[in-house]
């Protein structure tokens, strides 16, 4: 299995309150990538990053930011969450070039009340 | 733009019997093209992939062509069991780009 850890694994938490959720990687690869997971629409991408400080938006990047100050870290915040951001929230690693085949972590899933 | 439809679940099949998630896409250029399975409470796997048009992808009793023709990547397998249950994602990277595009998920559940 790709090393990739998440954390949380599980958080409540209440609407308005700053939320930060945690991919690490022990693999070294360049692209890192947050995504939700919804009942009917598959993932979505949130962010992704393709090196330390280089990230990008995805299609669904409203009301969230990410930082990558490091290789094996990739940072998710919710600024000020709302109930539509109640999911499940992956993280996913590819290395550079290829098929973009991507290895993903064991989720996190954030209830906001 | 890119998009992956797959066919509407859930799927509930006996053991045994012969499995089609269907799965078409629509990309500029040759994207290549994935299946990837989330069990129960955990991430999503690689079941297979293809990169290009005609390649057939397989894995686990499990098998997908990529057909240009009909934009198509049909998963099949001849003999499911009830460790298949699972939700069955259909994905695609479009050529250059860093980027999966994910249709909406089929859940598949066999009964003994």
Known sequence: DAGITQSPRHKVTETGTPVTLRCHQTENHR???WYRQDPGHGLRLIHYSYGVKDTDKGEVSDGY???RSKTEDFLLTLESATSSQTSVYFCAISS????NEQFFGPGT???VL | GNSVTQMEGPVTLSEEAFLTINCTYTATGYPSLFWYVQYPGEG???LLKATKADDKGSNKGFEATYRKETTSFHLEKGSVQVSDSAVYFC???PPGAQKLVFGQGTRL???P
């Open chain 1, 31 to 33: 692209y890192m990538y």
């Open chain 1, 65 to 67: 930011s990410v930082s």
């Open chain 1, 96 to 99: 550079s070039g290829g098929d």
């Open chain 1, 109 to 111: 899933r954030l209830t």
């Open chain 2, 44 to 46: 999503l796997q690689l």
């Open chain 2, 91 to 93: 994905a695609l990277s």
């Open chain 2, 109 to 111: 559940t066999i009964n």
